[in-house]
């Protein structure tokens, strides 16, 4: 088995569902803080901060600290940020993205915008699709912090960003850019951060669709845990194949 010097960790559903820690989830954490291997948490949620993000990790039991989080809402404001020098950005979006954008360097803005940022956003109205729609339209930039459709919840599944964006897409008829899993931005992003290369480190998460697939599409090897989204028959029946699979986190070797 290979020896892997850093690890990219998805949250729910790898390390925990809702308000409950995945059985051997806190060990494998505790296991690798105490082994000193570099790990990062990174998610699609563009509506939590770093430190909210870190913060729930610990209230269950997780060891963790902002700076060992990263977001698709980071990812967002990180790209926009290389394109050009303050740019001047009309945000669809809840509190992680709004200070993501501003911690680069964004200027958040109602009209005459460089781009057009949609993140989740559970107070989404038909004013915002509308500015976000003119300001496209006026020839601004179309970001996306993810694709997901749908988000599992205890309710049930509920409309995700890529939802929202789609809208956004209709009415204005540009596609996004998108910037968090599965696309290879955000996990290049995230290698930066760890500070290892995509030969030596593994992707662990519960999707085939975003962690794998992203995972492996940025040129990392992946661990799929049967503790979320995708069962073993899915994994059998897609085209989209784990380096490794496991049942228990607690199972994986470390060395």
Sequence with gaps: MKRYRGYILDLDGTLYRGEQAIPGARYFVEQLRERGIPHLFLTNNSSRTPEQVAEKLRRLGFP???????????????????????????????????????????????????????????????????RACLEIRAGARFVGTNGDRVIPTEEGMLPGNGSLCAAVAAASGVNPVFTGKPEPLIFRYALERLGTSPEETLVVGDNLDTDIRGGRDAGMDTLLVYTGVTAPGDSRASEVRATHALADLRDWNLF
């Design 64 to 130: 963790a600290e902002a700076e060992q989080v990263f977001t698709s809402a980071q990812s967002a404001a990180r790209f926009l940020s290389g394109d050009r020098d303050q740019p001047r950005v009309y945000a669809v979006g809840e509190e992680g993205l709004l200070a993501a954008l501003q911690e680069a360097g964004c200027r958040l803005v109602q009209e005459k915008a460089d781009a057009v940022v949609v993140g989740i956003d559970r107070r989404f109205s038909y004013e915002k699709l509308k």
